[in-house]
Each structure stands twice: as structure tokens, then as C-alpha cells.
């Protein structure tokens, strides 16, 4: 089992769309990275987190260390969101990051 | 600010022959990162640097991968001889913090290598 686990693999969605996507990860962590990649570019990142909610323009990250659990949404979904999220938790402080899958996100205008 | 800089964006060779990546990270950044991401899957870390000291290369293939930061500013990367399964996009990352930090990595545009 992965110690990082992402759902869903691919979502497809219309335009205006609330999003939500999923990661779960099986071990302690000292924090949890949101990254966006779009096809054939780099990696940028959108949120660092340890605990409770970051808001940035459409996007809101949300954290529960207990459940050991992280939500990534995006509202008012538009075509440029269009790309590859991806979920990675650093295990400890000494740790490298450990990544998840990613999920295949398309909007469709 | 300028960005992590990457060369070649793209390269395409042939099985046994070699190949060199060059990375240029964010300026004062202490730590530098080179990750392989095959189709489909999550990156992986190759091998990180805190200045020109290697913290871990425990998933770098040293049988044919090499990397170095000399000077502790620009990295390469090297492969000699490719395989057909080291196609893969080589991406290079780096942050301000040193080892263990959770700093926030900034990631450049990628070297997407083809071997055929």
C-alpha cells in the first residue's frame, strides 16, 4: 500500500465546478505540500501546510492530522486549472517528501 | 525573483549513449534537488544536495548516474550509459533551508529525456 494516497486518479468537470480532491497518507508528518503540474510543464507549488486551512484566489487546502488526511478544492473551476495535482508529506523533520500519484484534473468549458 | 532554470528542455538519444542535465537554482537557495517522474507517476528523488555536500542519493542508480554541485550553485546531472527506462522528465528543485527543513520547493521547467 502506498504510504501516500490520492483520489481520484482523473476528474473530469465543467466549468464553474466546486472540486475537491482527495490524499491520504499513512505516516506521522511535519507537513503537506500541494503541487500543481501542467502537461510538459514544471511543478509549482500552492500550498505548504501542518494543520488546519490555507486560502489562496479559488483555491483552499484543508488539513486533519488526526485522520491523517488533506483536501485540496478549487471553486469556480475554469479550463486553466486543467493540470496534474499532486499530494507529498515530508515524514519528519529529517525525512525527503514522499509523493503521491497525482490527480488528472480536466475542465471542460 | 528569477525561477530554477533547467537545460536542455528536451533531449532524445539513443540506448548506451550519455547525457547531461544543468540546473541553475533560486539564488541563495542552500538546497537542491534533482527527482525523476516517469509517465504516470509521482516524482521520485534522485538525489539532494545542501550546498556542494550530498545529503541523500540513496535512489540515485550510481552504476550510470552521476550528479554534482560543484561550488555549491549549479548542478548536473548525468547519465552514461541511458536505458530505454530512463525515459523519464528530470526535474531539478531547490530551496532556501537546509537539511530537514520543510521549506517549500520551487521547481524548474524540467529536461524531458526520450531514450530510444
Known amino acids: 500500500k502506498n504510504e501516500v494516497e490520492q483520489s481520484p486518479q482523473n476528474l473530469t468537470a465543467q466549468e464553474g465546478e466546486f472540486i475537491t480532491i482527495n490524499c491520504s497518507y499513512s505516516?506521522?508528518?511535519?507537513?503537506l505540500h500541494w503541487l500543481q503540474q501542467h502537461p510538459g510543464g514544471g511543478i509549482v507549488s500552492l500550498f505548504m501546510?501542518?494543520?488546519?486551512?490555507k486560502k489562496h484566489g479559488r483555491l483552499i487546502a484543508t488539513i486533519n492530522i488526526q485522520e491523517k488526511h488533506s483536501s485540496l478544492h478549487i471553486t469556480a473551476s475554469h479550463p486553466r486549472d486543467s493540470a496534474v495535482y499532486i499530494c507529498?508529506?515530508?515524514?519528519?523533520?529529517?525525512?525527503?517528501?514522499?509523493w503521491g500519484a497525482g490527480t488528472k484534473l480536466i475542465i471542460k468549458p | 525573483e528569477a525561477g530554477v532554470a533547467q537545460s536542455p528542455r528536451y533531449k532524445i538519444i539513443e540506448k548506451r549513449q550519455s547525457v547531461a542535465f544543468w540546473c541553475n537554482p533560486i539564488?541563495?537557495?542552500?538546497?537542491l534537488y534533482w527527482y525523476q517522474q516517469i509517465l504516470g507517476q509521482g516524482p521520485k528523488l534522485l538525489i539532494q544536495?545542501?550546498?556542494?555536500?550530498?545529503?541523500?542519493d540513496s535512489q540515485l542508480p550510481k552504476d550510470r548516474f552521476s550528479a554534482e554541485r560543484l561550488k555549491g550553485v549549479d548542478s548536473t546531472l548525468k547519465i552514461q550509459p541511458a536505458k530505454l527506462e530512463d525515459s523519464a522528465v528530470y526535474l531539478c528543485?531547490?530551496?532556501?533551508?537546509?537539511?530537514?527543513?520543510?521549506?517549500?520547493?520551487?521547481f524548474g521547467p524540467g529536461t524531458r529525456l526520450t531514450v530510444l
Open positions: 528543485a531547490s530551496s532556501l533551508g537546509g537539511q530537514g527543513s520543510t521549506d517549500t520547493q520551487y
Open positions: 539564488s541563495g537557495h542552500a538546497t
Open positions: 544536495f545542501q550546498n556542494n555536500g550530498v545529503v541523500d
Open positions: 505516516v506521522g508528518i511535519s507537513a
Open positions: 501546510l501542518s494543520s488546519g486551512k
Open positions: 507529498a508529506v515530508r515524514p519528519g523533520s529529517n525525512y525527503q517528501l514522499i
